[in-house]
């Protein structure tokens, strides 16, 4: 099992949900990536979603496209965020690491440095699993079986608008966890409704096997709660870039664990 299946299948025998923060790597300071990363696991994380910067993204919202255009602009990349990775592995070899992004940075790190180095190379950092927007489930099998012998898992998004069809591809190469995206248009947009969630998970599940996270729109404990009674983890990443945008470096990672901490009580409540 990868370190992500330990991990949630661990909090599904407690009967706990996971917490997912989402941070672009690099953001706010170039630096502060792996302090942040610990600051998030001790106020109650159990897997961390690391954004790697873009400049083309398609699925992304203003808010972490800000973030992401502040992280390329301190000279941060693909290169950059498999330091931090592995940096923050020299203290926690326990908390999964999932990269997410889109393709070109991942096929232009190949193109750089060899076919196949990507894997190899995020394999030695310490990452668990992917989540690449602009790769479709039924261009992947081949992808998904290198990244599994290697140990990691490769997630997909589904979205209120996927056909069982759809759901189906994505079960039948996804591993790990997927990704519902509970709103239909970009990270950080729109007005959450909880119940269309509660409606929507049990026809992913006839699909569907591995854990089911849900992100966009959550903001606050109240609504991570409510999302929390049916979905297996709650992800929440727009809000979080929000929090730590304008912190000074020596508070980034205390705000992140203040914003958080709420979050990961009410999840246990």
Excluded: W
């Amino acid at each position: 099992m990868s370190r992500i299946q330990t991990t949630l299948a661990a909090l599904q025998a407690q009967g706990r949900k996971a917490l997912i923060p989402y941070v672009t790597a690099g953001f706010p300071y170039a630096d502060i990536t792996p302090a942040l990363m610990h600051g998030m696991v001790n106020a109650g994380a159990d897997i961390i979603e690391l954004g790697v910067p873009f400049s083309d993204p398609s699925a992304d919202g203003p808010v972490i496209q800000k973030a992401g255009e502040r992280a390329l602009a301190l000279g941060i990349g693909l290169t950059q965020v498999l330091v931090m990775v592995k940096t923050f592995r020299d203290k926690d070899m326990v908390t999964p690491v999932v990269l997410m992004g889109y393709a070109n940075p991942v096929e232009r790190y190949d193109q750089k440095h060899g076919e196949g180095a990507f894997i190899r190379d995020a394999a030695a950092a310490g990452i668990d699993g992917l989540l690449i927007v602009d790769y479709p489930p039924e261009e992947c099998t081949a992808f998904a079986a290198a990244l599994r012998a290697a140990g990691m898992d490769l997630i997909f998004l589904l979205a209120p608008t996927s056909t069982p069809e759809r759901m189906q591809q994505v079960a039948d190469v996804a591993s790990g966890y997927v990704y519902y995206v509970s709103l239909k248009g970009v990270t950080g947009s729109g007005t959450l409704d909880t119940a269309e969630v509660a409606a929507m998970l049990p026809r992913i599940r006839e699909h569907v096997q591995i854990p089911v996270g849900v992100g966009f729109g959550i903001r606050d404990a109240k609504t991570a709660r409510a999302i929390g009674e049916s979905a297996d983890a709650v992800i929440i990443g727009s809000r979080l870039i929000q929090v730590i945008e304008t912190q000074p470096h020596e508070r980034v990672a205390a705000a992140a664990m203040d914003f958080l901490r709420p979050i990961r009580a009410a999840l246990d409540a």
